[in-house]
């Protein structure tokens, strides 16, 4: 089992800056891809970013590809999820999940554990 806890969501006003944390405990941090997802009122939960198991390999979603930023810490078990130029369309409840396949997958039944979520409020 892994347990996953987000933090750092928050109300910004648009063009400001938030940076999420997703800090892990139970298996083994580094042999888990990790990815952020988030959900809309209303809407599906969409895929946002990944991150492979060494922090080498990373991918986006082109709705925030050049504004967020995903980078992990295998020694503090954490992740992180650094998004600047936040629009009000970046609303949503946003989750770490962990893949113990280690693949990059934007598709969330792919994902293992998740988080319980944090908010993030982008006013305009």
């Known amino acids: 089992q892994v347990q996953l806890v987000e933090s750092g969501g928050g109300l910004v006003q648009a063009g400001g800056s938030l940076r999420l944390a997703c800090a892990t405990s139970g298996r083994t941090f580094s042999n888990y891809a990790m990815g952020w997802f988030r959900q809309a009122p209303g809407k599906e939960r969409e895929f946002v970013s990944v991150i492979g198991r060494n922090g080498i390999s990373t991918y986006y979603a082109n709705s925030v590809k050049g504004r967020f930023t995903i980078s992990r810490d295998n020694a503090k078990n954490t992740v992180f999820l650094q998004m600047n130029s936040l629009k009000p369309e970046d609303t949503a409840v946003y989750y770490c999940?962990?893949?113990?396949?280690?693949?990059?997958?934007?598709?969330?039944?792919?994902?293992?554990?998740w988080g319980q979520g944090t908010q993030v409020t982008v006013s305009s």
């Open positions: 999940a962990a893949d113990r396949v280690g693949g990059y997958y934007r598709d969330p039944s792919r994902y293992d554990y």
